[in-house]
């Protein structure tokens, strides 16, 4: 009973981090529409591809039995996520496209590092341990990302920027692989998924208290540089409501902001 309870959450943790790994497909069809990055990051992009490649391969049979689940979502993961960073350096201005390449070598250095190292220098559950505390590491990174969103909510008392189906898979998918590790007794995909958990959860509870100002302080939350980019923002963002009612208000607004600011 104990070994299908596991197989059924592995699966739905599947389900859900492949949602998760698919949810910035918009991002990146705007950015191919319009040629260009915009104020878009590469970088969690480059930090997921990481912790998908180290995930991979910490569930390999001759790394840690009885993990495949967690091999075939962060095998899929880093193909998505690979593909994410090719189209990033695409469209990217050749600044931003040289700063990638340069991090897209410390990810893959670090993956061909943990390989080599495991593979030449360990064997049996000193293999297991070293491969599980750099996924583990990179794993806490991932799930810690959406820390400055939550900071921006608290911050304007809007949840414009966090939405509330992400975060709840967030908190789903953390959750579903804390009890894979839970009835596995390991403790590589529990501490990192537990955080994960808790963090998803972090994220639905500020939803619940800040839900009714949606959209109420949305321009605020780029205001900590000064008082005049905020009211510069405010300006743009009517702007585009006017004009457009545009999709994806947030990176349009920054991208008018530093044309307005220009002139």
Known sequence: MEHIARFFFGVSGNVIALFLFLSPVVTFWRIIRKRSTEDFSGVPYNMTLLNCLL????????????????????????????????????????RIRLRMLGLLGIVTSIFAAVVLISLLALHGNGRKIFCGLAATIFSICMYASPLSIMRLVIKTKSVEFMPFLLSLSVFLCGTSWFIYGLLGRDPFIIIPNGCGSV???????????????????????????????????????????????????????VADCKVASQV
């Open 55 to 94: 995930s991979a391969w910490y569930g390999l049979p001759f790394v840690s039995p009885n993990n495949i689940l967690v091999t075939t979502i962060n095998g899929t993961g880093s193909l998505i996520e690979a593909i994410y960073v090719v189209i990033f350096l695409i469209f990217a201005e050749r």
């Open 199 to 253: 963090l998803g959860l972090a994220q639905l509870v500020l939803y619940a208290i800040y839900r009714k100002n949606k959209g109420a302080a949305a321009p605020a939350g780029k205001g900590e540089a000064a008082a005049a980019e905020v009211e510069d923002a405010k300006k743009v963002a009517a702007a585009v409501e006017l004009a457009d009612a545009a999709n994806n208000k947030v990176a349009d607004t």
